[in-house]
């Protein structure tokens, strides 16, 4: 019994000496740090939207609230009378806050699949490491698939309702 009890104190004193300062948590638990609430954002915008549409990209503050500036980096292929982003923000002393990327739907190509990087970095606050990035997919639907589905026609003359089913077949034809 004596024996088991020393090698429980040997084994207690061992955990104990073995535990270090975690110095990531440390350093950044005093001070806010700001990430995207996700790795990947995915938006499908309306056959119909012609104007400016904007992707809301959340973002999260934890550790603290901070009216600090955060700088915005946008990686893409698009050109810049595409999409529109701010290059920095002023945090808003929440937990929470948003960018928005705007999308200028009138010179985009329907149908097409577009991405846009953003990347988050600061000197004021802390960025955290694994989510400073977000992948922001977008398209606009095409006229196909805006009005593909079932649609109820009423034939005025003879006063019946029959169903009318629009499939897309391939990139061309319903």
Do not use: R, W
């Not at 001070?31 to 996700?38: I, L």
């Not at 920095?88 to 699949?113: C, E, F, H, P, R």
């Amino acid at each position: 019994m004596k024996s088991h009890t020393l090698i429980l104190s040997l084994i207690a004193l061992l955990l104990i000496v073995s535990c270090s300062k975690n110095e990531y948590l440390d350093a950044t638990i005093d001070q806010p740090t700001v990430e995207f609430s996700s790795l990947t954002i995915s938006e499908t915008i309306s056959f119909s939207e012609n104007s400016t549409y904007n992707i809301a990209v959340p973002l999260q503050i934890f550790g603290g609230t901070s009216d600090k500036n955060i700088a915005i980096q946008a990686k893409t292929d698009l050109s810049s009378d595409k999409y529109s982003v701010a290059t920095s923000k002023t945090l808003n002393n929440t937990a929470l806050d948003t960018i928005y990327v705007g999308i200028n739907t009138n010179s985009i190509q329907k149908g097409k699949t577009y991405t846009i990087e953003l990347s988050l970095s600061s000197n004021d606050v802390s960025i955290s490491e694994n989510y400073k990035t977000c992948l922001i997919t977008f398209s606009q639907e095409t006229f196909m698939d805006f009005f593909t589905g079932t649609y109820s026609c009423k034939e005025s003359a003879t006063n019946s309702v029959y169903e009318v089913l629009f499939e897309k077949q391939d990139d061309s034809s319903i």
